[in-house]
């Protein structure tokens, strides 16, 4: 199994940066059918080969996600992905 951790600074107010990150779970949930939800300020999301959550702190976002036998193989690309979807939304 391999382990995603990242964490990402943003400046965004808590709503914003939380509706943000509901935008992209949304997506996820669309493209890949993960399955996401709230508890608290943390969004859990999953599916086969994949589990982790998206911490929202005042200033930083911290993703972790532990990746399947399958998706350990993609670690890469997929963290490359997570990174730029996250320069996008919260430069």
Known sequence: MSQIDIRHPHALPTAQARKAVQE??????????MESRWEGD??????SGV???????????HVTAKL???LSAMKGPIEQEIRRVLGERFA
């Open 51 to 61: 589990d982790g959550h998206i911490a929202l702190m005042p200033k930083e976002l």
């Open 68 to 70: 399947g036998f399958l």
């Open 42 to 47: 943390t969004l859990h999301f999953s599916r």
């Open 24 to 33: 992209v779970a949304d997506k996820l949930d669309a493209r890949f059918g």
